[in-house]
């Protein structure tokens, strides 16, 4: 596709319910990065994949928080019994592999706990 | 550990003037990549400028300008001839060549005064 596309856009969910966000790089981009953005804060690191392997995923806030990209390319990250405090948007970013390429972010998925 | 800092949570410029937004950051890499975004209150998040840690010269594009002193660790970004849709959030980001991930700073809010 011609950007990053991330679904749903929106998502409600009520406290203990699982979700799963989803996320479609840009075709080619060997790097995807998952970030949490609070209301009026910068975006917080969550996890970091090169192809399918997952290098880094030392921001991710608790055990109930789980990404994979099994075949390279699409990503999930899924969310275990939700809290409110997991309400925030979810951004997903993708980019080639060298470290002097920008990312380029997807629209969000902004979830809502209730 | 947190690798990139804003300290301007806000800054207010009149339109046309110029306006500098600091980021200072912290690695022992010596293999880095800078960037800066722009997010409007839409929520996108939009490259704006990159600078290598071994550029010789300071990044330019258009009216961005980046303002890089590696000694002292800072990469503020400099806006000239402020317009009003340059009002938005700023973050600043890093890119490790270890790591290859990407951190971001808490931003500085920009408004642009008619």
């Known amino acids: 596709g011609a950007g990053v596309s991330q679904s749903p856009r929106y998502k409600v969910a009520k406290r203990g319910q699982d979700v799963a966000l989803r996320c479609d790089p840009i075709?080619?981009?060997?790097?995807l990065f998952w970030y949490q953005q609070a209301l009026g804060q910068g975006p917080e690191f969550l996890t970091y994949?090169?192809?399918?392997?997952?290098?880094?995923k030392s921001g991710l806030p608790s055990d109930r928080f789980f990404a994979e990209r099994p075949e390279g390319s699409v990503s999930t990250l899924k969310i275990q019994r939700t809290q409110q405090e997991d309400s925030a948007v979810y951004l997903c970013?993708?980019?080639?592999?060298?470290?002097?390429?920008?990312?380029?972010f997807g629209q969000g998925t902004r979830l809502t706990v209730v | 550990a947190q690798k990139i800092t804003q300290t301007q949570p806000g800054m207010f410029v009149q339109e046309k003037e110029a306006v500098t937004l600091d980021c200072t950051y912290d690695?022992?890499?010596?293999?880095?990549?800078l960037f800066w975004y722009k997010q409007p209150s839409s929520g996108e998040m939009i490259f704006l400028i990159y600078?290598?840690?071994?550029?010789?010269q300071n990044a330019t594009e258009g009216r961005y300008s980046l303002n890089f002193q590696k000694a002292r660790k800072s990469a503020n970004l400099v806006i000239s001839a402020s317009q009003l849709g340059d009002s938005a959030m700023y973050f600043c980001?890093?890119?490790?060549?270890?790591?290859?991930?990407?951190?971001f700073g808490a931003g500085t809010r920009l408004t642009v005064k008619p």
């Open positions: 970013a993708s980019s080639f592999g060298q470290m002097n390429t920008e990312a380029f």
């Open positions: 600078q290598g840690s071994y550029d010789q």
């Open positions: 690695t022992s890499d010596p293999s880095y990549g």
């Open positions: 994949f090169q192809n399918e392997a997952q290098l880094d």
């Open positions: 980001a890093m890119r490790e060549g270890r790591g290859n991930d990407m951190r």
């Open positions: 075709s080619g981009h060997v790097s």
